[in-house]
């Protein structure tokens, strides 16, 4: 079980998603198409990422420079949320189940497509 931080705590990071020029989240999107317990297992261990920021495994896995994933248990498997931070925002860029060892190649090239864009912007 996680700590949850009490109620008077502050964060350490502000969560947003990853807003495209449309106004699309694809993240908020993707997470919505999961069921209520996914949904609310990934809440929880990003919830867990903004108050006790900095943290590593086995909750937080770098990528590659300035990329993160949170990685939390779901009916299907594990799923990822890559994201990046940027001073205390934490954004999340990308969400998928991972159901292989590695991360698929085209899901880290959506992070990074997505990172490069919010930097340009």
Known sequence: MTDIPGEDAEPILHVVFYRTSS????GREWLR??????????????????YGWP????????LEPGLWEVRSRVTD???????????GVMVLLHGFIKK???????????????LANLIEE
């Open 23 to 26: 106004g699309n989240e694809p």
């Open 77 to 87: 498997g594990i799923a990822r949320i890559v994201f990046t931070v940027d001073g």
């Open 55 to 62: 943290l590593g495994m086995p909750l937080i896995r770098k």
């Open 33 to 50: 198409g999961l069921t209520r317990e996914d949904r609310k297992a990934i809440g929880e261990d990003i919830k867990t990422a903004q």
């Open 100 to 114: 292989s060892q590695k991360t698929p190649p085209a899901e880290l090239k959506t992070a990074r497509r997505r």
